[in-house]
């Protein structure tokens, strides 16, 4: 089915929603992300006493005793941050298709309520096993990056989609970006001292990471009220309501348009989540850096990819269009990959990043379009759940894949890994370019 002019949309006469509440939505699902990526070695190491965490890494060294610590704290962290992918994974459908149903307001407000409750639940976590609970809540929640974005699709007309989704792409970076340097600052301060203080010595006590995660609390509330207070319903009006469906798929029943860019996404994240989570851990290994200068690359990567996509996708659509526009973001990607690996002094490391970040931000918010485009406005949460949901299943399959390559070959192997399989997604998009004239 295609997008159509003549199907029903929200009322035109009402004045159009704002899309601030939406993407900071969007915004702290990245934020929960990506938060505890600097946090991974410090995590261990506080935690290391705890007898579940102490059973899991003897586990681990008998299963291969040739590893040190130093490796299993990738391992260790490639497992935590794939938790919390898998899960939105599984419920982003789910969430998409509710938001068809019952709309996109009161899940917007249920999800949001859960990453608030994520949120405090980390902060107090005085055992691992809570802090993997409060992941496994939070990416339960995170999997509201379907309704949001199918209420991004409903507020944007189909000539104004690229925009739309360049506005998702923004708030993205800066989730991504920002998650890291929060997480990293707010872990500086130590609440722990109060804990002792109170001789609070239970499995609910603050930890070394409740800054951070009481700075995530905050902008959850925030946006709960602003959602609450200034987000009407955004679903168009006309519809029945449609049958919840909760399998994934790549969307063979949309056309087989909707499954090239599923798979290229899919595959693209693949070796794009992998890039994230190792990029720290080589440049600590090959240049010393320590966590500032992580931080700095992070959110120098962050402002490049917001500004980008916040700025520049809906004109580089309309002059190259959404296929052509994401091939020679493909490209450019390919091109910092192989930087990456080969960069042996720092100054060519920064010279990768630059075409990495150009050609990411170029590559997710045009998928997001193609797809959107492809079906009609009463089937965007579906369409668009499964497209998160492939994608988040990729961001649990991506770390993992990328820490065992780093460690048991080298550094340089993920990138080369994930420079060859963007041949995949380059050709999937170049098969749909071809076939062009079905998507509207």
Known sequence: MTASASLPRNNSDSPRPSLGPILLTLFIDLV???????????????????PWLETLLDALRSISPEIDDARLVVLFGGVLGSIYSFLQFLVSPLWGSLSDRWGRRPVLLITITGNLFAALLWAFSGSFALLVLSRMLAGIAGGNISAATAAVADLTPGEHRARGMGLIGAAFGLGFILGPAIGGGLSLIDLTPA?????????????????????????????????????????????????????????????????RIQLANMIYLVGFSGMEFTLAFLVNQRFGWGSEHIAAMFVAIGLVLALVQGGLSRPMSRRWGPHLTSQIGFCLVFVGLVGIALALQEWQL??????????????????????????????QGEVLGCFRSLGSLARAIGPLAAAILYWKIGPAAPYWASAVILAIPFLLISGALARKPQIQ
Do not use: H, K
């Open 32 to 50: 929960g992300f990506s938060i505890i990526f600097p946090l991974f070695p410090a995590i261990l190491e506080s935690y290391r006493a705890d």
């Open 195 to 259: 804990a002792q203080a109170a001789e609070s010595t239970g499995v609910f006590r603050t930890n070394p990471f409740s800054a951070a995660a009481l700075g995530v609390c905050v902008l959850s509330l925030i946006n709960l009220l602003w959602v609450w207070r200034c987000l009407p319903e955004t679903r168009p009006e006309g519809y029945p309501p449609r049958p919840i469906r909760i399998q994934v798929s790549l969307g063979g029943r949309w056309g087989a348009e909707v499954v």
């Open 350 to 379: 920064m010279l990768a990043l630059l075409p990495l970040s150009v050609g990411a931000a170029m590559v997710m918010p045009m998928l997001s379009t193609l797809v959107s485009l492809a079906v009609g406005p009463d089937q």
